[in-house]
């Protein structure tokens, strides 16, 4: 039985947050994307998603391996994937294919190494924009290559690598599903010091980051994903042995219309605290019609002094996190806002907590709200 060991949620070609290869997409390159495993196993498969295609898209070949330094990898442990018993796939537009198993004894916290060949024009490719680890490409085809040299460009998001599985047979994974905050911005990068990361440490089960940067619970984003209640089916509920999810969403709806300084922001409708929690109740009821034991809510984090803060900002982000405490809606509530509050101010995070912006926790704000979250499971 397969476990859902590390995801990341596809996004549509875009210029996102910082620089990146999605528009441009891939043709006569390889590609080589670091990740960190949450369920280990002796066999292992990856999930590549084409969900923003318009047409075929060739995979030509890919390999497994156990990462080392930079796009080096473990000598003796690369593994070549196959597809249906075939080294090439061709995924369908806006499609998904999931290899063959490779034999690979990997452990949990263990760093695997995916690399695909593109040896055709891709075309914009789907990706996901922040991943806070660096991926490599080289010319022509580095299936093979172990010391990592001829990987000559870097960049910081993931490329149709969704999902990676392995035989650990596990169904107690934790999903967290949510926005930049769950995807780990203001951690350090290339460290894994995301939230999920250290849950994944503290509980030791599988945990699931289906975070996306700027992502919206009840609008789409032409930067920042599909609105959470379209894509929870998705990054959540198809991944295998997934029964608990934790849900941090809302803070993206409420702040954007407070501020004019990100055009990638716009449209940004005003909504209400009323709109937000029935956004809520909606992925309560997906999430149990589709089985999963707990559904846990999360309290937005205090952001006051962010350019997401405002006098709407504080009265709809008050409302939507006295519903989430008191309603009984949740299975069991993770008050990060009480947990990650300066003392002096309520609404702000406490500075030894706060990345500099006033919106996102450093890597020891992450580790509480893994602490948090571990405390009501």
């Known amino acids: 039985m397969f476990t859902a060991a590390w995801t990341a949620s596809p996004q549509q070609p875009s210029e996102g947050f910082t620089p990146n290869w999605s528009r441009e997409g891939f ?6 994307q670091v990740v960190r495993l949450t369920a280990g196993g002796g066999r292992v498969r990856v999930r590549l998603s084409h969900a923003y295609g318009t047409s075929p898209l060739r995979i030509a070949g890919a390999t497994v391996a156990r990462a080392a330094a930079g796009a080096a990898v473990e000598p003796g442990s690369l593994r070549r994937l196959t597809f ?3 080294d090439a796939v061709r995924i369908p537009a806006r499609g998904q294919v999931v290899s063959d198993p490779a034999e690979l004894p990997l452990a949990a916290g263990e760093a695997l190494t995916v690399t695909l060949h593109f040896d055709a024009a891709t075309g914009p490719a789907t990706y996901h924009a922040q991943a806070f680890t660096r991926s490599h490409r080289g010319p022509g ?3 093979t290559e172990t010391d990592g040299n001829a990987f000559s460009e870097v960049t910081e998001s993931w490329y149709v ?10 169904t107690d994974g934790i999903a967290l599903f949510g926005d930049s905050i769950t995807d780990g911005f203001g951690s350090t990068p290339g460290a894994d010091r995301r939230w999920s990361d250290a849950l994944a440490t503290r509980t030791g089960r599988p945990v ?3 975070g996306i940067g700027g992502n919206l619970l009840l609008n789409d984003s032409a930067w920042y994903g ?3 209640l379209h894509r929870l089916s998705r990054d959540v509920l198809d991944h295998p042995g997934v029964d608990t999810l934790v849900v941090l969403l809302g803070l993206n709806d409420i702040g954007f219309s407070e501020t004019d300084e990100q055009p990638t922001y716009k449209p940004a409708p005003v909504v209400t605290a009323a709109e937000l929690i029935e956004g809520h109740r909606e992925l309560t009821r997906q999430a149990r019609e589709a089985g999963l034991r707990r559904v846990i809510g999360a309290t937005l984090l205090p952001f006051a002094g962010s350019d997401h803060w405002g006098e709407r900002a504080a009265k709809t982000s008050h409302a939507l996190n006295e519903w989430i405490r008191t309603s ?7 008050d990060l806002h009480r947990v990650l509050a300066d003392p002096r101010d309520g609404d702000r995070l406490r500075p030894a907590y706060d990345s500099g912006d006033h919106l996102h926790p450093d890597d020891a704000g992450y580790a509480v709200m893994a602490e948090a979250v571990a405390d009501v499971l």
């Open 27 to 32: 043709w006569r390159q390889s590609l080589r």
């Open 84 to 86: 249906g018993g075939a």
């Open 141 to 143: 085809d580095l299936l």
């Open 161 to 170: 690598l969704s999902a990676v599985e392995t035989d650990a047979g596990r």
């Open 208 to 210: 699931l980051n289906a």
């Open 226 to 228: 599909e609105k959470a």
């Open 328 to 334: 009984g809606e949740y299975d069991a509530v993770a």
